[in-house]
């Protein structure tokens, strides 16, 4: 299992822009898709963003499309979140994952970080 530890979150106005890091230690020589989940207040967890381990396939929610991007540097084990024009909607405590295969990092995946806040006010 990946050890997961999740930064870069905030208070910024709607419009503005955050960048989520994940920094991956443990098993980190096994190869990991990576994913960023988020949960509001009174909802379930959703998918966000999913990358393969080589980052040449990426996969997105509908509703952050154009606006956020994953991407991952492997030499330091690390994933970010690109969040562009925040929306108060985008409210919500943002989770980094892990998981051997891109499809079952966004379905179950085997290791979560603790979450990081993100709060977008209009």
């Known amino acids: 299992q990946v050890h997961l530890v999740e930064s870069g979150g905030g208070l910024v106005q709607a419009g503005g822009s955050l960048r989520l890091s994940c920094a991956a230690s443990?098993?980190?020589?096994?190869?990991?898709?990576m994913a960023w989940f988020r949960q509001a207040p009174g909802k379930e967890r959703e998918f966000v963003a999913a990358i393969s381990w080589s980052g040449g396939s990426t996969v997105y929610t509908d509703s952050v499309k154009g606006r956020f991007t994953i991407s991952r540097d492997n030499a330091k084990n690390t994933v970010y979140l690109q969040m562009n024009n925040l929306k108060p909607e985008d409210t919500a405590v943002y989770y980094c994952?892990?998981?051997?295969?891109?499809?079952?990092?966004?379905?179950?995946?085997?290791?979560w970080g603790q979450g990081t806040q993100v709060t977008v006010s209009s």
């Open positions: 994952a892990a998981d051997p295969q891109l499809l079952t990092v966004r379905t179950g995946p085997g290791s």
């Open positions: 443990g098993r980190t020589s096994s190869r990991y898709a």
